[in-house]
């Protein structure tokens, strides 16, 4: 009997340095990935704003990003009908938590802010090169300086 007991605990003894050793008992332990909160405006509203990160909405709205470990930026894309699309970068910046406090990440800027400028007209199509005028040939005076007048009118 003793014997059987022995063995059980080893057992589950061994079983317990597996679970361990993989480092999915640690993973659970670790806090999520922080996330921010970041607003997105535009001028005027109701554009389409989307992260490269992934999240969109409807402008004026708020979205939540998870940067990866990696990234340092990321880039908003507004577009709206009738209007120029426009791209704004947004930087990262990671604050350490410390040994007891959580990590968190900033956003700079917040509120993202784009002002879509209107599509103007288009090119106006070139027109073919006129050929200039001809000039009509000048009268010449007669070399001895006359003018031929025409008879006064009769009475």
Do not use: H, W
């Not at 708020?62 to 990696?70: A, L």
């Not at 340092?72 to 009738?82: C, E, I, W």
């Amino acid at each position: 009997m003793r014997r059987a007991f022995a063995m059980a605990v080893a057992a589950i003894g061994l079983a317990g340095c597996s679970s361990f050793s993989s480092g999915d008992y640690f993973s659970s332990l670790r806090s999520p990935p922080p996330s921010a909160q970041v607003q997105l405006e535009s001028t005027p509203p109701g554009a389409e704003a989307r992260t490269s990160l992934g999240p969109g909405c409807k402008t004026p709205c708020s979205v939540s990003v998870t940067p990866p470990d990696s990234a340092t930026s990321f880039l908003v894309n507004y577009s709206l009908p009738g209007r120029q699309p426009a791209g704004v970068p947004v930087n990262i910046i990671k604050v350490d938590g410390g040994i007891f406090g959580y990590n968190t990440i900033k956003v700079e800027p917040n509120p993202v802010v784009a002002e879509l400028q209107p599509i103007g007209p288009p090119p106006k199509a070139a027109k073919p090169p006129m050929r200039p005028k001809r000039k009509k040939p000048a009268t010449a005076a007669p070399p001895d300086g006359s003018i031929d007048q025409a008879a006064p009118p009769q009475r």
